[in-house]
């Protein structure tokens, strides 16, 4: 499964101890509209002009999505020097370069598309709920993980209901997974939509985290629904 997230250089202000400051736009025309819908052309406008797209082009990132994970861990404190950090859906990449410069000892993304190869990180492609993963990548950190991530998201259908039930059940998988991989005290983010049936992760949540918040970082458009659940301190069944 995959989502569009991206990495940071150290020009974004990730290193720690630094809060990152939202990038300004430079207004940008469409050249031309010869062979576009006019649903593409307001697309690519709103790209072209999104401010957090320019910046990662400028500065070399895979997409704007890297800046959300840099202003969940600047607010949370999620990826601890040294973690072993695993990035569910991870291709094109982004989120594993953010996990390996922010100080991840060890990153492993995970993705049933191939994935570039991100410096620092190893991936695995395959299916993450395959019964086998849990085992392949234990092997590959050497231990537990301390931090699961997930920016995973279904393609949409426009209507919200299905859209809402559909990223819930990622979210769920995600959570899943999590559970079985976690060190005792790590950490948990996966993106959700705002739609009711979250209040039932996130009581689950409370039950294996010492601490559940909700999120809804700067780099996410206003207009989305999204939000992230980030979890922390975890609790194995006893």
């Known amino acids: 499964m ?3 997230k991206t990495g940071s250089t150290n020009k ?3 290193g720690k101890g ?5 990038p300004r736009a430079n207004v940008v ?5 010869k062979g576009r819908t006019t649903a593409s052309q307001l697309w690519l406008a709103r790209q072209l002009n999104d401010p957090y797209v320019q910046a990662a082009k ?3 990132l895979r997409s704007r999505a890297a800046f959300k994970l840099l202003e969940l861990d600047d607010r949370f ?3 601890r020097p040294g973690a072993r950090v695993v990035d569910l859906g991870s291709a094109p990449g982004g989120w594993t370069q953010v996990a390996v410069q922010r100080g991840a000892g060890r990153v492993i993304g995970i993705d049933l598309l191939v994935m570039d190869p991100v410096p620092g990180a190893e991936f695995l492609q395959g299916d993450f709920s395959d019964e086998a993963m849990p085992d392949r990548l234990e092997a590959l950190l050497n231990g537990p993980a301390d931090l699961v991530l997930s920016d995973m998201a279904p393609n949409t259908t426009g209507h919200n209901a299905t859209d809402h039930l559909r990223i819930m059940a990622l979210a769920e998988m995600a959570l899943d997974f999590a559970i079985q991989v976690l060190a005792p005290g790590g950490g948990f983010a996966t993106k959700v939509f705002q739609g009711g049936s979250e209040k039932e992760m996130l009581v689950r949540l409370k039950t294996r985290f010492t601490t559940v918040r909700h999120a809804k970082p700067p780099a996410s458009r206003k ?3 999204e939000l992230y659940v980030v979890a922390t301190g975890f609790r194995p069944a006893a």
């Open 2 to 4: 995959s989502t569009n």
């Open 12 to 14: 974004t202000g990730s």
């Open 18 to 22: 630094r809060k990152m400051a939202a």
């Open 29 to 33: 025309y469409l050249r031309t509209a």
């Open 58 to 60: 400028a500065q070399g």
């Open 77 to 79: 404190k999620l990826i």
């Open 223 to 225: 207009e989305s629904s």
